[in-house]
């Protein structure tokens, strides 16, 4: 009896890990998962992770690209959003970012069809929600990813290159003049109990008066 990958089963907030996958066999899941698919991929150096993750998660997800949406708009930066794109490198390291943003460098990706980091750079910030499980900082490294931020359900902890390592940062390097990690869980909160458009308007009261003061 052949196996094959659909027969498996993997439970919201659960992660499959699976060892001394090559590049052709990762390249070979993506194709048959496909692109409309809840879960998410990373692979490294031969280990691959299939994450199915849970609502939380998604609702962590989206409010947070909302808030960095307001930010940019009211700093008046274009930007270009790639949500879970899979992002590819050197036949080594792969990841589909929970979110992700082209800030800097969107010019250089404007109306591109498909994304080759061996030829485009990799997005300017990168966010991935750690409920399900812990993100592998290693992969965005490989893919020399700037700036990486990470969030638990109650912490933003803020990490930029340098060099080849991720150090934590208090601020981003992006945003300078906005105390994102005490401010982000706030909104993130708020948004259980205010519902999501009074929160997504208070935010960006809240980014008005930073940017008016700057």
Known sequence: MQFELKQLIIPPGNVLHLKDVSWQMFETILEELGEHRTTRLAYNQGLLEIMNPLPEHEDDKEIIGDLVKIILEELNLEYRSLGSTTFKKEQDSGV???QCFYIYNEAKVRGKKRIDLS????????IEIDITSPTQLSTYEALKVPEMWLYN???????QLAGDKYVESSQSLIFPNFP???VVPQPVEQCQTLGRLATLRAFRRWVREQVSEQ
């Open 96 to 98: 589909e970012p929970d």
């Open 119 to 126: 030829v485009d750079p990799p997005p300017d910030l990168a």
């Open 153 to 159: 359900g109650s912490r933003l902890q803020i990490n």
């Open 180 to 182: 994102l990690t005490a």
